[in-house]
């Protein structure tokens, strides 16, 4: 049996990498409340890891992956700003097979009606190409999700971004979240 325990992952103390995410929340059905602003940050130098023998049933080891909480404040009823970084983690030897190097995956926004667990997660974000590049996006969500779906609790509404794919004529039943980001540190 296996004793060796895994390393504790170490959050950046010193980011300086920071964005800046500009939320809008266009003709919602009613009001949402921020749940989850967060970042994901995994390894991306799978080399850095045990290798599978070093695994009990000689599984690959999993990708270490770290969400980050950031403050999401309200501007006002329809826009939140909020500071995260992109350097969130620090790259190290973990394992001892060399320097597991860690990137931002994607930023990501959680909202729900009242805050309610069995309300809809309507979710909204943005992967890493798009926060380093400053391109905005804009996800719909159909309105008769809100405040909740029947028979389902939490269910996550991962939104549609492709306009194009919400027939012309239904486009009224759906509001919309659009997030763009701005690089604070050069």
């Given at each position: 049996?296996?004793?060796?325990?895994?390393?504790?992952?170490?959050?950046?103390?010193?980011?300086?990498?920071?964005?800046?995410?500009?939320?809008?929340?266009?003709?919602?059905?009613?009001?949402?409340?921020?749940?989850?602003?967060?970042?994901?940050?995994?390894?991306?130098?799978?080399?850095?890891?045990?290798?599978?023998?070093?695994?009990?049933?000689?599984?690959?080891?999993?990708?270490?992956?770290?969400?980050?909480?950031?403050?999401?404040?309200?501007?006002?009823?329809?826009?939140?700003?909020?500071?995260?970084?992109?350097?969130?983690?620090?790259?190290?030897?973990?394992?001892?097979?060399?320097?597991?190097?860690?990137?931002?995956?994607?930023?990501?926004?959680?909202?729900?009606?009242?805050?309610?667990?069995?309300?809809?997660?309507?979710?909204?974000?943005?992967?890493?190409?798009?926060?380093?590049?400053?391109?905005?996006?804009?996800?719909?969500?159909?309105?008769?999700?809100?405040?909740?779906?029947?028979?389902?609790?939490?269910?996550?509404?991962?939104?549609?971004?492709?306009?194009?794919?919400?027939?012309?004529?239904?486009?009224?039943e759906f509001f919309s979240i659009s997030m763009e980001t701005?690089?604070?540190?050069k």
């Amino acid at each position: 049996m296996d004793t060796k325990q895994r390393p504790q992952y170490k959050e950046n103390p010193n980011p300086v990498q920071a964005y800046r995410l500009r939320m809008h929340i266009h003709d919602a059905p009613g009001p949402l409340k921020v749940t989850v602003s967060a970042t994901q940050h995994d390894v991306v130098t799978p080399e850095c890891l045990p290798p599978p023998n070093a695994n009990p049933g000689v599984h690959l080891s999993p990708i270490p992956t770290n969400d980050i909480p950031f403050q999401l404040e309200r501007v006002s009823d329809a826009e939140y700003t909020g500071v995260f970084y992109i350097d969130g983690m620090v790259d190290e030897h973990y394992h001892g097979r060399g320097i597991c190097r860690w990137e931002l995956i994607q930023v990501q926004v959680q909202l729900r009606a009242t805050g309610e667990e069995q309300e809809t997660r309507f979710i909204a974000s943005l992967d890493r190409e798009q926060v380093e590049q400053g391109e905005g996006k804009r996800t719909y969500f159909w309105k008769a999700r809100y405040p909740r779906v029947e028979n389902f609790d939490a269910f996550p509404d991962l939104g549609e971004s492709d306009v194009d794919a919400i027939p012309e004529g239904s486009r009224a039943e759906f509001f919309s979240i659009s997030m763009e980001t701005e690089e604070l540190t050069k």
